[in-house]
């Protein structure tokens, strides 16, 4: 799989992939973990996850309130 970030931002990115292979499931399965503890000094969220259901379908997602 090939994945490509675009348009970073402080507040988002847009992130697109192609695949040699095809999807096995109904959606691709987007994780990711924002920084959080650099804008709530003392405050640590390292569990603080995030993960965007994507229809196989499509092959890109804005990642935005990062």
């Not at 507040?11 to 399965?29: F, K, N, Q, R, V």
């Not at 924002?34 to 890109?60: A, C, M, Q």
Request: net charge negative; charged share 15%.
């Amino acid at each position: 799989m090939n994945i490509e970030v675009g348009n970073i931002s402080y507040t988002g990115a847009i992130i697109s992939w192609s695949s040699s292979e095809p999807c096995l499931e109904d959606y691709y399965h987007i994780m990711y973990r924002p920084n959080w503890n650099s804008i709530f000094s003392g405050y640590l969220r390292y569990s603080f996850h995030h993960e965007e259901k994507v229809p196989r379908t499509i092959s890109s997602v804005v990642l935005e309130h990062l």
